[in-house]
């Protein structure tokens, strides 16, 4: 008789965190791995920030915070919501949770009923679809194409609404793609969730201030609907934070209400010491912040590079992306092609031929050292994704590796 519940044995793993331990797993017996493989940039938390936890410490914040988060740093991200997106979140309307994953848990959780519709752009973060699962939400994805930077339309949206319709996730700037909603964008999709008032709108902007086309735009400062929206971000890719593991939410009221009551079941408030710091984050202006626009042109730079050097990998189809610090090209022409007789992934896998995303990832890890993630993980197995979030010079010797992999096949 089967111990674990249906739910946890219909979730999958995270894809990009499998990939990435089989990377590690590589590199402990001694093989040269490149991980372009796990979102999470290459740069150190501003050391002002740092100071600011140091002093956090020292100042005994080491006891239970509020469940949402301490009051002044629910008034500094109440600022930020207005002066970076010119939204306006009262403090009562805004949680603090233990990472960006676990801020969109909730809000799925209390919206979601089982048979509820959630509606996914395809490509998607991996996270989206099995936590509408898990909820017992019935995923309906939307595909949208390279040609069309991955970006869904407003016709599309319309018919894929229905009655049972709770629910719609995506990212922007986005996450696997790079590629991110203007604001004319934003607005038909808008104009389309105004007809349906039963239906929420999570809007994931984790990676707002990584973007390569100026102002960040959001769905939720059109007034018609946001109180159908809720703000989701965070200080992991931005702030250069991920192992302090904060997110946070703006959202109507009802909704901000039923998270706290979810997260207080489930682990109370996030760390004490990592909301100072975050605190002192949010005081940063990406405007005049140097520690942001450093890492932001950083990896402008890099993006432009690798644009180039993929564009000269036979079988690579790619846009340039907008935003984050992904790409995400179609390799679908590598499909049905033969890698060598001595490829180790031959003899891993006993098969020679490319198939499919996960089948050319592996040929790549095993053979040319580079860890990727296979596009079917995001829900468009035509791609990989390739994150620039390490160095030139690993990047360049990645792209030199892949490229020589992919000549390789026959």
Same mark, same amino acid.
């Given at each position: 008789?089967?111990?674990?519940?249906?739910?946890?044995?219909?979730?999958?793993?995270?894809?990009?965190?499998?990939?990435?331990?089989?990377?590690?797993?590589?590199?402990?017996?001694?093989?040269?791995? +490149?991980?372009?493989?796990?979102?999470?940039?290459?740069?150190?938390?501003?050391?002002?920030?740092?100071?600011?936890?140091?002093?956090?410490? %020292? /100042?005994?914040?080491?006891?239970?915070?509020?469940?949402?988060?301490?009051? %002044? &740093?629910?008034?500094? +991200?109440?600022?930020?919501?207005?002066?970076?997106?010119?939204?306006?979140?009262?403090?009562?309307?805004?949680?603090? $949770?233990?990472?960006?994953?676990?801020?969109?848990? =909730?809000?799925?959780?209390?919206?979601?009923?089982?048979? /509820?519709?959630? +509606?996914?752009?395809?490509?998607?973060?991996?996270?989206?679809?099995?936590?509408?699962?898990?909820?017992?939400?019935?995923?309906?994805?939307?595909?949208?194409?390279?040609?069309?930077?991955?970006?869904?339309?407003?016709?599309? @949206?319309?018919?894929?609404?229905?009655?049972?319709?709770?629910? +719609?996730?995506? $990212?922007?700037?986005?996450?696997?793609?790079?590629?991110?909603?203007?604001?004319?964008? &934003?607005?038909?999709?808008?104009?389309?969730?105004?007809?349906?008032?039963?239906?929420?709108?999570? $809007? %994931?902007?984790?990676?707002?201030?990584?973007?390569?086309?100026?102002?960040?735009?959001?769905?939720? =400062?059109?007034?018609?609907?946001?109180?159908?929206?809720?703000?989701?971000?965070?200080?992991?890719?931005?702030?250069?934070?991920?192992?302090?593991?904060?997110?946070?939410?703006?959202?109507?009221?009802?909704?901000?209400?039923?998270?706290?009551?979810?997260?207080?079941?489930?682990?109370?408030?996030?760390?004490?010491?990592?909301?100072?710091?975050?605190?002192?984050?949010?005081?940063?202006?990406?405007?005049?912040?140097? %520690?942001?626009?450093?890492?932001? #042109?950083?990896?402008?730079?890099?993006?432009?590079?690798?644009?180039?050097?993929? #564009?000269?990998?036979?079988?690579?189809?790619?846009?340039?992306?907008?935003?984050?610090?992904?790409?995400?090209?179609?390799? $679908?022409? @590598?499909?049905?092609?033969?890698?060598?007789?001595?490829?180790?992934?031959?003899?891993?896998?006993?098969?020679?031929?490319?198939?499919?995303?996960?089948?050319?990832?592996?040929?790549? &890890?095993?053979?040319? #050292?580079?860890?990727?993630? =296979?596009?079917?993980?995001?829900?468009? /197995?035509?791609?990989?994704? &390739?994150?620039?979030?390490?160095?030139?010079?690993? @990047?360049?010797?990645?792209?030199?590796?892949?490229?020589?992999?992919?000549?390789?096949?026959?």
């Amino acid at each position: 008789m089967e111990i674990l519940s249906d739910r946890i044995l219909a979730m999958g793993e995270s894809e990009t965190l499998a990939m990435t331990q089989i990377a590690r797993e590589l590199k402990e017996q001694g093989k040269d791995i +490149i991980s372009l493989s796990i979102g999470e940039p290459d740069f150190n938390t501003p050391e002002c920030v740092k100071e600011y936890a140091k002093q956090a410490i %020292d /100042d005994n914040y080491t006891h239970y915070p509020p469940v949402p988060g301490y009051a %002044d &740093l629910l008034k500094a +991200i109440s600022h930020k919501f207005k002066r970076d997106n010119n939204l306006d979140y009262d403090t009562n309307q805004i949680v603090v $949770s233990t990472g960006g994953k676990q801020s969109i848990y =909730q809000v799925v959780m209390a919206l979601v009923n089982p048979g /509820d519709e959630v +509606i996914i752009p395809t490509p998607y973060w991996v996270s989206y679809r099995e936590i509408a699962k898990v909820a017992g939400g019935k995923c309906v994805f939307i595909p949208a194409k390279l040609e069309n930077d991955f970006k869904i339309t407003a016709e599309q @949206l319309r018919e894929a609404i229905t009655p049972k319709t709770k629910l +719609i996730m995506f $990212s922007s700037p986005s996450n696997p793609t790079g590629m991110l909603y203007s604001k004319e964008e &934003l607005r038909s999709l808008a104009e389309v969730v105004k007809e349906h008032p039963q239906v929420v709108v999570m $809007s %994931d902007e984790i990676y707002e201030h990584i973007n390569f086309q100026g102002k960040h735009e959001s769905i939720a =400062q059109f007034d018609f609907i946001k109180e159908q929206v809720v703000t989701v971000n965070g200080v992991a890719k931005g702030f250069a934070m991920t192992g302090w593991r904060i997110g946070f939410i703006g959202a109507p009221v009802k909704i901000a209400k039923a998270c706290k009551k979810l997260q207080g079941q489930v682990t109370s408030a996030t760390c004490s010491i990592a909301q100072r710091a975050t605190l002192k984050a949010m005081e940063m202006d990406p405007t005049t912040s140097k %520690d942001i626009i450093d890492m932001r #042109n950083t990896f402008k730079a890099r993006r432009d590079m690798v644009f180039a050097l993929l #564009n000269e990998i036979p079988g690579f189809k790619q846009r340039m992306p907008q935003g984050a610090f992904y790409f995400f090209p179609d390799v $679908s022409a @590598l499909y049905g092609k033969h890698v060598p007789a001595d490829s180790q992934f031959a003899a891993t896998y006993k098969k020679t031929a490319i198939e499919n995303s996960t089948d050319l990832c592996m040929y790549l &890890l095993y053979d040319a #050292n580079v860890a990727l993630v =296979q596009g079917s993980a995001f829900g468009d /197995d035509n791609c990989i994704r &390739l994150s620039y979030a390490t160095s030139e010079a690993n @990047l360049k010797e990645a792209c030199r590796r892949i490229k020589a992999a992919v000549e390789a096949m026959k």
